[in-house]
């Protein structure tokens, strides 16, 4: 008798731990902490990219789009130090989620926008602030300059 009442008890435990944990996942448990989304960098076409950052197709003087400054990562699937600068690139947009736009652009597949910026070595990242022509870093750096890069350059005339 004593072993029937231990299972079915050990069951009961079981059964409430694991639907507690299937409602958590189908968003379904009381929570007071509403979750989050973690910003990343966003994947622009060109058609995107002209809607979001500058129309690349018109003629005339650079003119940004955004209402918040933004980096642009231009790189390619086969590039491996555009692969080893990707997760630094999730961390600054997780990190400055909400002051500045994270985006990146493959070269393979948008040519023009590439060829708008005349990027020719890649990985090629341009910091483009509300006003004002945009500053590159091309090749693969420390995170500290990229941040260094978003402070001074990006965010210093954004504060005041």
């Known amino acids: 008798m004593k072993r029937i009442i231990t299972v079915v008890a050990l069951a009961f435990v079981f059964l409430s ?16 902490d509403p979750v989050k ?16 950052v500058c129309d690349f197709t018109s003629a005339g003087a650079f003119k940004y ?11 390619a699937d086969w590039c491996k130090p555009c692969k080893r600068l990707g997760p630094t690139m999730e961390e600054l947009a997780a990190e400055y989620q909400g002051k500045i ?3 990146k652009v493959n070269v393979d597949e948008n040519p023009n926008v590439s060829r708008y ?18 500053q590159t870093l091309v090749g693969l750096y420390p995170k500290e300059d990229y941040v260094k890069q978003i402070n001074e350059f990006l965010l210093k005339g954004a504060t005041k």
């Open 37 to 52: 989304e973690i910003a990343k960098p966003e994947h622009l076409d060109e058609p995107t990219f002209s809607k979001k």
């Open 117 to 134: 910026f005349a990027v020719d070595g890649i990985p090629a990242v341009f910091f483009i602030p509300m006003s004002g022509n945009p």
């Open 17 to 32: 731990c694991n639907n507690t944990n299937k409602n958590a996942a189908n968003g379904t448990a009381a929570s007071t």
């Open 65 to 75: 789009l955004g209402d918040k400054p933004c980096i642009v990562d231009f790189y």
């Open 101 to 103: 736009y994270i985006y």
